[in-house]
């Protein structure tokens, strides 16, 4: 069983930064690929960002440029830089952990970050 554990959401004013951890367990995480979804009330969850064992990415149109993710194999973790917040970002954000097709995925519990002044 894998298991997911994310940090590092929280308040934070229009414009500033957070970075978000998730934590995965089990010894095939080098392999595993990862996203960072999220989801706000009444609507689909979303895939902001996602990153393959070789380290190409993907992002959702409406973080390029603001949001990064990045992997640490040897810390079985997975990361989520977000810069020049906007009220819009303001969501649930969960990680996702699944093989390379996307199959055998598992979800985190979430990590909420709101974005106002």
């Known amino acids: 069983q894998v298991q997911l554990v994310e940090s590092g959401g929280g308040l934070v004013q229009p414009g500033g930064s957070l970075r978000l951890s998730c934590v995965i367990s089990g010894s095939d995480f080098s392999r595993r690929l990862v996203g960072w979804y999220r989801q706000v009330p009444g609507k689909q969850r979303e895939l902001v960002a996602s990153?393959?064992?070789?380290?190409?990415?993907n992002y959702a149109d409406s973080v390029k440029g603001r949001f990064t993710i990045s992997r640490e194999d040897a810390k079985n973790t997975a990361y989520l830089q977000m810069n020049t917040l906007k009220p819009e970002d303001t969501a649930v954000y969960y990680c996702?952990?699944?093989?390379?097709?996307?199959?055998?995925?598992?979800w985190g519990q979430g990590t909420q970050v709101t974005v106002s002044s």
């Open positions: 990153i393959r064992s070789d380290g190409s990415t």
């Open positions: 996702r952990s699944s093989l390379p097709d996307g199959t055998w995925y598992y």
